[in-house]
């Protein structure tokens, strides 16, 4: 059974910073998402297996994901952070099958930027 394990999150000032993690059951492509309120859900940043790693424009010189596949698991360093960053983050696990590919993803965790 595929599972992700999410932690941190929380309270945050504007300006501050906060990490998120995930442990995960493998070494494949992660992403982070987050969805804002009343907003659809969003890509953050992604990584490969390899430790490729893509940002959205919002993000890109703020959050830095990274992996330690040691320990299974994905994090997201938050920086800078703004009030369009409160969302719940979910990280994502992409896993092959012989029929394609299959997402899994973590419950959340709920990062709130006060001003």
């Known amino acids: 059974q595929v599972h992700l394990v999410q932690s941190g999150g929380g309270l945050v000032h504007s300006g501050g910073s906060l990490s998120l993690s995930c442990q995960h059951s493998?070494?494949?492509?992660m992403a982070w998402y987050r969805q804002r309120p009343g907003k659809q859900r969003e890509l953050v940043a992604n990584?490969?297996?390899?430790?490729?790693?893509d940002y959205a424009e919002s993000v890109k010189g703020r959050f830095t994901i990274s992996r330690d596949n040691a320990k299974n698991t994905v994090y997201l360093q938050m920086n800078s952070v703004k009030a369009e960053g409160t969302a719940i983050y979910y990280c994502?696990?992409?896993?092959?099958?012989?029929?394609?590919?299959?997402?899994?993803w973590g419950q959340g965790t709920q990062v709130t930027v006060s001003s």
């Open positions: 990584i490969t297996s390899g430790g490729r790693v």
């Open positions: 493998g070494l494949y492509a």
């Open positions: 994502k696990i992409r896993i092959p099958t012989s029929k394609g590919e299959s997402d899994y």
